[in-house]
């Protein structure tokens, strides 16, 4: 995945199912409930992460905030019923941009994390999903990192909303 790439997570998966479009939203609640433990109560973790990834004519920006409250802000403007190839000749059929935000929709949820991706130019869905998923895992990496500036949870109100 570009994300745990990009984020410097390790990952591995192994998922197997007879309906493709659960297959990936169960991936996003395995992958969300996974940051939300580790992350735990939030102490000492920046909480906010920022990336802006180009890829060819695409350019992603993606806000994250592991605030403990679940959103997910989505500007896009492209088909959600298009069928998007799989980006390796070993992998088999397609997906729709609909199943990609269904991932994300499961991700923020179960991850309890604020999450806003938005792009500006070009419209090649290809370039578009790899560029937030790049920019994904960059702006995770960062909100997950430890400040050692930060000794206790980061928010005024001593808690994240959990």
Known sequence: MLFSFHGLFDLFLDAS???EHHIIEDIGIAIGDAINRAIGDGKGIRRYGTSYVPMDEVLARVVVDISGRSYLA?????????MIPKPSPLAEGSFSFQDVK????????????????????????????????KALGI????????????KGIPSTKDTLDL
């Open 139 to 150: 702006a995770l990496d960062q909100a997950t990192q430890i400040d050692p500036r930060r």
């Open 17 to 19: 199912g007879d309906v």
């Open 102 to 133: 269904g991932f994300l929709k499961a991700l923020v949820e179960r991850g309890r994390i604020n999450l806003h991706i938005d792009y500006k130019f070009g419209s090649d869905t290809h370039h578009l999903l790899e560029a937030i998923f």
């Open 74 to 82: 989505f500007s896009q403007t492209l088909d959600e019923r298009e």
